[in-house]
């Protein structure tokens, strides 16, 4: 299915196309086997490569729509609807700000524009290095521990500007920490 | 649908139809004119979207889409009370308000819906009450190999989705995000070989109430007929 | 699993009896028992590095003890929450227990019992003579617990645990008595649906029930309020009872397909929910031949894909099929024509969670809980100012102000209550005027307000009400389907004032477009999202004109929020010489040292967060928030070696 898809592209879209993505579309290809192939399984397919690979690159789009016989442009206006759903790759650490109405009463938004400030991009983005992502969440039911913010899966409760700076530094020391680690490793094996 | 016959009184007026038809073609048929953009008569499962075509119904709270409310024995319908009137009126406000306005260069300039409704409705196309609402989007959308789009004029009424839905050929349009970002999408219509069937249907350009579907063909032409024009003007006056 | 024999009754009989030893084994257990809460909110607290402190205390001190994972309890003021089971002690409860304090309670208590750490107890779960129980503060007190009972007490992971506490004994008792007769008593005791419109159970049940094909029966778990998480509380701290609630409507209305939609953002809910259905298919509650009765069920899970308008009937069940989650216009209602045109029934997960207690003690034993109308409990997620916030059920018709002042503390740091906005971005924002009304459908609905399902927040005096108003417009726009003219449009306008407003940009007579709109959309809407969305609106701009107008005509926020109209500065009597608390905790450096070696805040850098404030030592607490900014009194700041070049300039 992928080869046909690849083989009907133009040579400079089939360019456009990096290493990376071709292996998330191949590994998408063969995942979508698990799933029946009716248009009622499109948003359990569509949470699985969500959640797996991060984001729905536009051919696992096309795949998914040939998988289960609609169009692209259904698969896509059915994507664009949910929040859930994210069309370029995430960052290694993605940010949620939660601005539920408990994390707004507390300043919630306070918290979002520190993080913009700190890591240097809006809201939706992603840092250049593809390390951070920063979006805003609709309530996470953590409302007594207001505000709250999930990095990666972890809830950070009752965050403040300061308790901000601290969450990007114990990422950036964890990254540090690991990199003198494979440093170590690499001398120790060479 | 049964076969009955039933009596209905629309706005004093008596009239007969098929019990359970719809209320609006029903009206129509009858000369009494109710506005709306989303609806079409081949249409099982209007979408009540527009909400142009609210009527009151004796005996019900609220005001409903005549589109969609089927006939039964008895009924008394108003489509011109104050209250609908004033409905309309909002609706037709908002509608226009995320409006672009530029009726002398756009392609459906006096066969726009809008612009019957405004009459209808006496409402102005540009509303002065409410402020502009200036959709984050260009002004064409073209990345399709036949169609172009125009975000700023489109009412999201959805009849070119629901009749390109009727058609088993060419690139499947769809409504795209959500809320105020909604629009008419040709998501993947550059990796979509049937996307240049489209040039032998075009019916999707031909529903659209307001000219924010054209074949690029046609807009081309078109643009080129205002420019000849916009010139020809400034010749004349020097 | 080899399944007993009998009638259903007889059968779980069997099945509660060895759950009732697995359960009681457990709790004479001779090595301590250490329950941690781990509910979403509780792992949000640090749950998982308290567990984590008790192990290495444990292995530290060669102590040995059970670690169990339980739901929540809904205190979540006191969270991370610990029951510890030490033998010859009734069950403690222990509150704000971090890893520091579980490697206290390891060494003073578990070790040798020597030491129960009354500094971080709460009280005992059971009678006691030497310990307070929680019977003696008033948030247990004054609350009744009937869906609640068990959360947090329990396993939620061990199905055991909830039949061992007369779980599935009302599923047994509906399947020897039939569906008709479920479906009878809860018509009789009136239970109105939970998720916010209130429209009786029984009644909606009937309907489908009338309709001669294949029945759905789904379970609405697509809680979005944003400030309401009962939902997920439930389906984390007690799955069991909303399963045994839905096999039990399933039974009512004789379905062929159940089903839970859970919204994304609820991982642990869903996780603990799939657990929950293997389990009770192992016992036979769930599957084939269901106890013997000759009922089959099968009960899948779908996962939402985060989208508020999902929680409408008919826009879930779009989403179920596959599509954008656009509601349709009724009739046909879901329950006559919905999933795959089948006769659908969505219910809350609250009003499920209900139903085993109603059939257990039956329909008058439900109407002798809350009002006449509103017979039974509400829960609510009582957020914001309070001092004790977390989840409370109690019985329908207490009135808001016993709800907030005696069961929840009152406003937090004694300051005064301005407004409750209760029922999510659909409900309304309440005055302290009417803190006497009721709490149940009718009453709310009265003055404009709605149960919906069931956030409550407190205001004080800081809270700007335009600027909430415009909070919840935000969420509301933002979760617009954009399918019809009035929801997708009008409420982006009335965003759009309202933000205006909170600018200090607002026009007076934008106020009257506020109105007109709001009510044009709630007439005009084509589903209950956009029906209701104005209520935030339209109940500020009735109890709270005059903050409107202070914005609009003084360019002023009453409560000091609007960033736009307020000011910080720093009072230089008050400020103490040396004193850096404020520096190190700005964002964005706006505070510098004055000549005098006291502090001042740029204004030009300051973006108003609010974090100096709360960084002052409270001995000083000399930064001032003004509105307009113009107060912002003159004192003659001078930035230290201004003369020779300030430090702003290197």
Known sequence: MLEQILASLDESEREAIDEEELQVLERVESELVTFPSEPSHLLPI????????????????????????????KVYGIATFYNQFRFNPPGRNPIKVCLGTACHVKGGDIILENFERRLG???????????????????????????????????????????????????????????REQKKNETANG | MSEKIVTITVDGKKITAPEGAWLLPVCLEHDIYIPSLCWLKEMDDPPASCRLCLVEIEGLPEPVASCRCPVREGMVVRTNSDEILKLRQVAFRLLVSTNDGHCNTCIANRSCELQQIAKFLHQPLRTKRLR?????????????????????????????????????????????????DTIISFYGSDIDPAAKECADCLACTEICPVGALSSKEKWRRFIAEVRLKQEQKKQKPS | ??????????????????????????????????????????????????????????????????????????????????????????????????????????????????????????????????????????????????????????????????????????????????????????????????????????????????????????????????????????????????????????????????????????????????????????????GEDILGSGFTLEVGVFKGSGAFVCGEETALISSLSGHRGMPRPRPPYPAVAGLDGLPTIINNVKTLSTVPAIIRNGHQWFHEIGTENS??????????????????????????????????????????????????????????SLLDTEIDFDSLKKVGAMMGSGGLVIMNEDTCMVEVARYFTDFTQGESCGKCTFCRIGTHHLREILKSITIGEG?????????????????????????TAPNPVLTTLRFFRDEYLAHIEEKRCPARMCRNLTAFYIDLEACARGCDACVACCPTEAIFTTSNRKKAIDQEKCVKCGECVYACPPEYDAVRRVSPPELIPDQGVQPLDSGAGSEKEQ
């Open chain 2, 132 to 180: 502009h609402i200036d959709r984050d989007y260009p002004e064409i959308i073209d990345d399709h190999p036949v169609l172009m789009y125009e975000p700023k004029k489109c009412v999201l009424c959805g009849r070119c989705v629901y009749v390109c839905s009727q058609n088993e050929r060419g690139y499947k349009l769809d409504f795209a995000k959500r809320g105020m």
């Open chain 3, 1 to 286: 699993m080899k399944q007993p024999t009998g009638s259903p009754v007889e059968r779980l009989a069997v099945l509660g009896a060895a759950a009732g030893e697995a359960v009681e084994r457990l709790r004479q257990s001779p090595v301590p028992v250490i329950e941690v809460g781990c509910a979403t909110c509780g792992r949000a607290a640090g749950a998982l590095e308290t567990i984590a402190g008790f192990e290495e205390a444990l292995a530290a001190n060669g102590v040995e003890a059970e670690i169990r994972r339980v739901g929540c309890l809904g205190h979540c003021y006191a969270e991370p929450l610990v029951t510890i089971r030490y033998p010859g002690f009734p069950p403690l409860l222990y509150q704000k227990i971090g890893p520091g304090e579980a490697g206290i309670l390891v060494r003073s208590f578990l070790k040798d019992g020597s030491d129960p750490c009354y500094e971080y107890l709460i009280g005992a779960l059971e009678p006691d003579e030497n310990f307070p129980t929680l019977m003696d503060y008033p948030r247990y007190l004054f609350e009744k617990r009937v869906v609640m009972e068990q959360c947090g007490l329990i396993d939620p992971e061990d199905i055991d645990h909830y039949l061992a506490a007369g779980g599935y004994r009302a599923l047994a008792e509906g399947l020897e008595k039939g569906g008709e007769w479920v479906l009878e008593e809860v018509k009789a005791a009136n239970l109105r649906g939970r998720g916010g419109a209130g429209f009786p159970a029984g009644r909606k049940w009937e309907i489908a029930r009338s309709v001669d094909k294949t029945r759905v029966i789904i379970c609405n778990g697509d809680e979005g309020d944003p400030g309401a998480y009962m939902d997920r509380t439930l389906l984390e701290s007690n799955p069991h009872q909303v399963l045994e609630g839905l096999i039990l409507a399933a039974l009512a209305i004789g379905a062929g397909r159940a089903l839970f939609y859970i919204r994304a953002e609820y991982p642990l809910a869903v996780e603990i929910m799939e657990k929950a259905i293997a389990a009770a298919r192992e016992r036979n509650l769930l």
């Open chain 3, 507 to 531: 026009r007076i007579e934008e106020l009257e477009d506020l109105e007109e709109i709001s009510t044009s959309v709630i007439k005009g809407s084509l589903c209950s999202l956009g029906k």
């Open chain 3, 375 to 432: 017979p039974g409990t509400a829960i609510f997620s009582v957020v914001g100012e309070v001092e004790y916030p977390g989840l409370v059920e109690v019985p329908m018709g207490v009135t808001l102000a016993h709800l907030v002042n005696d069961i929840c503390g009152g406003v937090k740091d004694g300051k005064a209550l301005k407004a409750v906005q209760i029922g999510g971005p659909s409900g309304g924002c309440l005055p302290v």
């Open chain 1, 121 to 179: 991009i809006r809201e939706g983005e992603t840092t250049a290095d593809r390390e951070y992502s920063l979006e805003r969440v609709a309530c996470i039911g953590c409302c007594a521990l207001a505000p709250a913010v999930v990095v990666g899966d972890k809830v950070e409760a009752y965050v403040t500007p300061s308790k901000v700076e601290g969450i990007i530094t114990e990422i950036e020391v964890r990254k540090e920490m690991a990199a």
């Open chain 1, 46 to 73: 569509l949470q699985h490569i969500q959640a797996r690979h991060g984001y729905l690159p536009k051919l696992a789009l096309r795949l998914v729509a040939d998988y289960v016989g609609v169009a692209i442009g």
